[in-house]
Structure formats: C-alpha cells, structure tokens
C-alpha cells in the first residue's frame, strides 16, 4: 500500500538553527499538511497545501514556519530559527481529495 | 476553536469487552472520521461519518453522530489486546474541507 514517508525519523537543533522536515506524500495526492502532536497529546494543525499554494494555516505557523513544495514530489516545512516549544513530533499527512488523511510516521523534533 | 474534544481520556478494559469513546465539537461540520495512533507512530484513519448520517459500521467498529448535540462515539466491539492505542477524532472547519481539527485522543489499553 502507498504510504507518506518522512524523513528524518528524529532531529535534534540547537535554539536558534534552522531545520527542514522532509515529506513525501502518496504520489497522486492533491492535498497536503503537517500536523504537530507535544509529548503524545493533542495533534495540532499547523498548515494545508494545494495547488501549490497554503490553503489555511493555524496561528502557529507564524513567519518563522514555511512550506515548499519543490519539485511535485517533496512537501517540506522549514522553522527558521527554532525556539525550545518547538520541540514536537511533525506528521505530514496527505489525501486525495476524499478527506481522508494518510498520515507519515513523523519527525521527532528536539531543541535544545 | 473547533477542535474535537475526546472522552474519556483514558480507558482500560478487558479483552473481548466492548470499548466506548465519545467525541464533542462546537461548530457545525461536513464530516467527522476517526483516527488510531499506535505509540509512536502516525495516525491511521478508520471511518468517516457525513453530517447527513446517524451510524456508521466497519468491521468491529460503529460510530454514531448526533448533529444537534455536537457529538460522536465510537464503539469497538469484542475489544482485543492489538486494539490497545489512542483514537482521535477529527472533525472540519465546516466551510473548509482542507482544516482539520484532531484533539488530545483517548488512550484505550485492552488487557489480554
């Protein structure tokens, strides 16, 4: 079955440091987000992509957070310079168009 | 917010018992879904229910919707240790079908 994958499974950053969280959604997707969840509690939205471009986005997807997606394949977040509340696991999550998520197995975020 | 709010934060059961969780929102949707995350890893999306439908059933699982109390359940039948896993429930932002709103999830253990 065609699955969402992320990479790196874990990232460490020092405050301050840029990260890049990589995706790649199921190729014939249309519709494409990240979600964080802190310490295995509330999943959060942070922002929705389509048509090459942010369809919504929550308020913690500030100027610091953005998203690209590159080259029709690759869907990346990119925190310019990270704080320690940043720490949290990043899921990318994509869907046809059907509502119904696919989510990736996540990014470990640690900031230190 | 809109956020779907799970109930109860955390169950433990028998194997082969049923499993009840509950889900309350705030503002009208087009859809709720549920979700399993097993520890640790991305969510896996189980069943979908329209704003026009009252119960839906998948397998071991059936879930209501009740529109005019803003609220969900989800029952799992004939419980076994491998369900063990928190569930979400998801609803949308009702005039956006590209926002989804997750909450804090309901831990169920099923003990063999």
């Known amino acids: 079955e065609p699955e969402v994958t992320q990479t790196p499974s874990h990232q460490v950053t020092q405050m301050g440091q840029e990260v890049i969280l990589r995706c790649v959604p199921i190729?014939?997707?249309?519709?494409f987000y990240w979600y964080r969840q802190i310490l295995g509690q509330k999943v959060e939205f942070l922002v929705s992509f389509y048509n090459n471009e942010i369809s919504e986005k929550s308020e913690i997807f500030d100027d610091q957070f953005s998203v690209e997606r590159p080259d029709g394949s690759n869907f990346t977040l990119k925190i310019r310079s990270t704080k320690l509340e940043d720490s949290a696991m990043y899921f990318c999550a994509s869907e046809y168009g059907n509502e119904k998520l696919f989510f990736g197995s996540g990014t470990q975020l640690s900031v230190l | 917010s809109q956020q779907g709010e799970e109930d109860p934060q955390a169950l433990s059961i028998q194997e082969g018992e049923n499993a009840t969780m509950n889900c309350s929102y705030k503002?009208?949707?087009?859809?709720l879904q549920w979700y399993r995350q097993n520890s640790g890893r991305g969510l896996v999306h189980l069943i979908l229910i329209r704003s026009n439908e009252r119960e839906k059933h998948s397998g071991r699982l059936r879930v209501t919707l009740d529109t005019s109390k803003k609220s969900s359940s989800l029952l799992i039948t004939a419980s076994r240790a491998a369900d063990t896993a928190s569930y979400f429930c998801a609803t949308d932002a009702g005039y956006n079908f590209n926002k989804f709103y997750f909450g804090s999830g309901t831990k169920l253990n099923v003990k063999p």
């Open positions: 190729s014939n997707h249309l519709y």
């Open positions: 503002t009208s949707i087009n859809n």
